[in-house]
């Protein structure tokens, strides 16, 4: 409950991020607890663990190319988001507390059937999703192979003769 609270609280404060290295953070935190969630629903970490690999993976691809777009420009932190992250922060607390048991034993038992259900990766109903999943990074892997054209070269242009002496 605290995680998936946690993951609205990021998402909620990635649509006040202007500067790409603060949506990077947001992007990366996010990844972590998602994979925590998964990790801790399936009740093994190994599915999570590719995910979070797969992520990492993609935004150090976004983290090479932002960098070499916004390389100079200053990270600012304003008031409003800081008392923004504060009062969620502090509203999310206050809900926990005052969280009835009951409603946390009725949580534990959808937990615990949730745990049941994804104990198979590869039985029928799981085997389909699997597969889907695996088809769409194999295209999404062609894809992306199709759209780099290896003789344009890279992103930021290297001069080889800028140094004449």
């Known amino acids: 409950m605290i995680l998936l609270s946690l993951n609205f609280l990021i998402s909620t404060l990635f649509l006040f991020m202007k500067h790409p290295l603060s949506m990077g953070l947001m992007l990366f935190m996010q990844t972590t607890i998602t994979s925590l969630i998964s990790g801790m629903l399936i009740n093994n970490f190994w599915f999570s663990y590719i995910l979070f690999l797969i992520f990492i993976s993609g935004m150090l691809i976004l983290f090479m190319y932002m960098i070499n777009i916004a390389s100079n420009e200053m990270l600012k ?31 534990n038992l959808n937990y615990n059937n949730i745990k049941l259900y994804f104990l198979k990766y590869f039985s029928y109903p799981n085997n389909i999703l699997i597969m ?7 295209i999404t892997l062609i894809s992306s192979l199709k759209i780099i054209n290896m003789k344009y070269g890279p992103i930021r242009k290297i001069y080889e003769n800028s140094f004449m002496f």
């Open 132 to 138: 889907f999943i695996m088809s769409y990074l194999f």
């Open 77 to 107: 932190i304003s008031k409003f988001l800081i008392m923004l992250i504060i009062i969620i922060i502090l509203i999310l607390i206050i809900n926990w507390m005052m969280m009835d048991p009951m409603i946390m034993n009725m949580m």
